[in-house]
């Protein structure tokens, strides 16, 4: 699976972005997919994963609430809905695919095996 992300910018704290990502492959729907970042001088984390059937989520404690990913399997599309955006939630925000079709819930960086070029996110307080 082929991953590219984009819908990054600059927002003031408090504020909404929508990231996108494509994905191309035709496997795409058997695939759990997620989001992780990395911000300058830190590891990359986990943000949320989703299903390949779209029915089950997940998130860290730190996006929780604020967050939502959803997916759209008719059009190989991922997205990440992010509210209430704080300046710690700068990074390079990367779509990723689990490590192989079919594996269930992920929420670990390490459970995903490809990702694409990420999207800047800056929010600023």
């Known amino acids: 699976v082929q991953l590219q992300a984009s819908g990054g910018g600059l927002v003031q704290a408090g504020g909404s972005l929508r990231l996108s990502c494509a994905a191309s492959?035709?496997?795409?729907?058997?695939?759990?997919m997620g989001w992780l970042r990395q911000a300058p001088g830190k590891e990359r984390e986990f943000v949320s994963s989703?299903?390949?059937?779209?029915?089950?989520?997940r998130y860290p404690d730190s996006v929780k609430g604020r967050f939502t990913i959803s997916r759209d399997n008719a059009k190989n599309m991922v997205y990440l809905e992010m509210s209430s955006l704080k300046p710690e939630d700068t990074a390079i925000y990367y779509c990723?695919?689990?490590?192989?079709?079919?594996?269930?819930?992920?929420?670990?960086?390490?459970?995903?095996?490809?990702w694409g070029q990420g999207t800047q996110v800056t929010v600023s307080s």
């Open positions: 989703i299903t390949w059937g779209g029915t089950t989520s």
């Open positions: 990723a695919a689990a490590k192989g079709p079919t594996i269930g819930v992920v929420t670990a960086v390490s459970d995903f095996g490809s």
């Open positions: 492959g035709r496997t795409f729907n058997t695939y759990t």
